[in-house]
């Protein structure tokens, strides 16, 4: 490493000797360049499909934002009898955590159904 480095010094030091700037050298240094995009256009069919899969896809992530937030506070909610409670083996906190995590469960069971169509959407093949 110590080479490189060296050898990379003592050519920027040539550069120098030459008359180049340090702007010169920085952009011969730095590949600034931007290699061109070579997509290729999309028909129309195409581009439907890639505007109904991102459709999709921020579909998805605004739901999961408005549902997982709601299950996260109700398993700590869940959890509140047990941490603070004198007797955290007491019946009441037990029943209490159980009801929250049969609601949490139940609840993604439903959430995670009404997904089913985009996530098929996001697993089928195309064959043409």
């Known amino acids: 490493m110590t080479a490189e480095l060296s050898s990379l010094t003592a050519k920027m030091d040539a550069l120098r000797e030459k008359g180049f700037s340090d702007e010169e050298i920085n952009a011969l240094l730095s590949p600034v360049l931007a290699a061109p995009s070579h997509s290729l256009p999309l028909s129309e069919e195409d581009r ?3 505007e109904q899969w991102n459709e999709n896809i ?3 992530i605004d739901k999961d934002k408005k549902t997982w937030i709601p299950f996260a ?5 869940g959890w509140i009898p047990k941490v ?3 007797n955290p083996h007491s019946d009441f906190s037990t029943y209490w955590l159980v009801g929250c995590y049969v609601l949490l ?3 993604a069971f439903v959430f ?4 089913v169509g985009r996530a098929k959407f996001f697993l089928k093949k195309r064959v043409n």
Do not use: P
């Not at 506070?73 to 909610?77: H, Q």
């Open 112 to 115: 995670n159904y009404k997904q």
């Open 73 to 77: 506070l109700l398993l700590i909610i």
């Open 84 to 86: 603070f409670s004198d």
């Open 48 to 50: 439907a499909y890639a």
């Open 105 to 107: 469960f139940g609840g």
């Open 58 to 60: 921020e579909t998805i």
